[in-house]
């Protein structure tokens, strides 16, 4: 007689997840999610206070509004995720938090580098988002979820192509900065 087989997770090794292990994978996948949406929500504050200032800087303040647009996008993809596993975007991780105080603090500093700081500070928040969408991509497949870790990866490959863009024109943005600081003009 053959029996009726739940959805079974994967491990990276491409092995079966047994019972237990598969749901520590959808515990992990959870609140990875759930991070993931506290991540979005503050990407999406960084950009919209960015997007508002970067007078001076027409490419980047573009760039970024775009990435305001897939960020919300984004987060109301993580949205679904977690309403299709029933779940619902409330607990945050402390290790999330701590991170997004940092760049918070970073931000917020308002300084005559104001533009310098605010790139390093999307640059180190692209990148964790990175890692975030890849890990988060491992626990889909672990938990037997794979369409959650479809998207993980397609939001990962937005942040990449953000981070490559941010990497490829910091020196442009420095320039820019170098030259209005010579000029006497604003620094934003
Ligand atoms: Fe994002």
Redesign the pocket.
């Known amino acids: 007689m053959p029996s009726i087989e739940p959805t079974v997770g994967h491990s990276s090794t491409g092995l079966p997840l047994a019972g237990a292990d598969r749901d520590n994978a959808r515990q992990m996948l959870v609140d990875g999610l759930r991070n993931a949406h506290a ?2 929500l503050q ?1 999406i504050e960084m950009l919209k206070r960015n997007v508002e200032r970067l007078e001076h800087y027409p490419a980047l303040k573009g760039r970024l509004a775009r990435h305001l647009q ?2 919300e996008e ?1 987060q109301a993809m993580v949205e679904q995720c977690l309403s299709d596993l029933g779940e619902s975007p409330s607990t945050i991780k402390d290790s999330v938090m701590g991170f997004v105080q940092n760049m918070q603090q970073m931000v917020h500093a308002a300084a005559d580098d104001e533009v310098l700081k605010n790139s390093f500070a999307g640059f180190a928040f692209e990148h964790f ?1 990175i890692a975030s969408y890849t890990a988060l991509a491992l626990f889909a497949d672990a938990a037997g979820q794979p369409r959650i870790a479809e998207t993980a990866r397609a ?1 990962c490959q ?2 990449q192509i953000m981070a490559d863009w941010l990497e490829e024109h910091l020196p442009e943005v420095v320039e820019e900065h170098l030259a209005l600081m010579a000029s006497g003009d604003q620094k934003h």
């Open positions: 991540l979005e990407a897939e960020s984004q988002e939001i937005q942040e």
